[in-house]
């Protein structure tokens, strides 16, 4: 961590002085809050009230401490309401039945997934952004938000951001007996394991998105069964229900895209990971928004999709 501080100037130059750290403060906000929107608008009142107090900062931290000072107060009230925001499996267990009448769920907020673009660091440093996009996937987001705030507040800035205890401690105002007390309770929850994380390399990796796109772009099952591993999850915000296993998955996509027809794919990446606009072929032959699939890839193949329902996410991908 940055342990300068910086030189105390006026609040005409903060602007200039903050800007840099808007990228990695809204990433910060989204790992806390889980949800692009909340984070985005809790960074504008972090700058809006730093800008205000930055005559009183009287430089004993560096900036980059003070505004996650800042922020992470931010945070911490705007999850006062206690409201976590889970993924279907994150609720209950699987659905047996593909044929069951699935409802959607408008009272649970939902997980959102989020653009790369917002939170990646520029393109001359390919290993920080590896680890972002590591460390931003959507089932390491999705246990963050069952932890209780201060537990998932420690566990981001001492495993994530590679915080030292002693500076966790400050920041958030409690002892480092409390922070290490925390990380070991959050810790037995949500490990963080790179070893989780490995993708096939290339070309396997773009073949094995080409048979996704085939296989839904052809309205064909069949592809799919060489796609999905065995015990594969699939999950539809916001529909509470969720199916495990490639046979129920097929059984349940057969029904689907017979109903639905084949799909124009257009890909993104979303969390760190492979995703697609799903785009469904209406009776009068024209395209329409209709799902975000996010895929986990592993070198056995697609072990999880995320397929977010309806058009709302589709504008904060640019699709």
């Known amino acids: 961590m940055n342990s300068v501080v910086e030189t105390k100037v006026g609040t005409e130059d903060f602007g200039r002085l903050a800007e840099p750290f808007r990228r990695e403060l809204l990433a910060y906000c989204y790992r806390m809050l889980g949800s692009v929107e909340e984070a985005e608008e809790v960074v504008q009142e972090v700058l809006l009230d730093a800008w205000r107090a930055y005559d009183g900062f009287e ?49 649970v907020p939902w997980l959102q997934p989020i653009p790369d673009f917002l939170f990646t660091a520029a393109p001359d440093d ?24 201060r537990q998932r507040a420690v566990l981001i800035l001492r495993d994530v951001l590679q915080w030292r205890a002693a500076e966790v401690a400050e920041l958030l ?70 199916f495990e296993g490639r046979d129920t998955i097929l059984a349940f996509l057969a029904r689907q895209m017979r109903l639905v027809g084949p799909a124009m794919l257009v890909p ?7 995703a697609f606009g799903v785009y469904a072929r209406g009776r009068d032959g024209t395209y329409r928004s209709h799902a975000l699939h996010v895929l986990t890839i592993t070198a056995a193949g697609v072990s ?6 309806g058009p709302d996410l589709f504008p904060l991908f640019g699709l």
């Open 59 to 107: 430089g004993r931290s560096s900036l980059r401490t003070w505004l996650y000072r800042i922020a992470a107060r931010a945070c911490f009230k705007a999850l006062e309401k206690g409201r976590r925001r889970p993924l279907p499996a994150d609720l209950g267990g699987p659905q047996a039945d593909p044929d069951a009448a699935l409802g959607r769920n408008r009272e």
């Open 126 to 149: 390919p290993a920080t952004i590896v680890v972002e996009r590591q460390t931003m996937r959507l089932a390491l987001m999705g246990a963050l938000q069952q932890l209780p705030p």
């Open 173 to 242: 105002e409690i002892s480092t007996a409390a922070v290490n007390s925390a990380l070991q309770r959050a810790r037995a929850q949500v490990p963080i394991s790179a070893d989780d994380l490995t993708e096939p390399v290339e070309p396997d990796r773009r073949t094995l998105l080409n048979r996704y796109v085939s296989a839904f772009e052809t309205a064909d099952v069949d592809q799919l069964v060489a796609v999905l591993t065995e015990d594969a999850r699939w999950e539809m915000p916001p529909i509470a229900a969720w």
């Open 268 to 274: 993104t990446s979303a969390n760190g990971q492979a």
């Open 304 to 309: 999880r999709v995320v397929a977010f329902h």
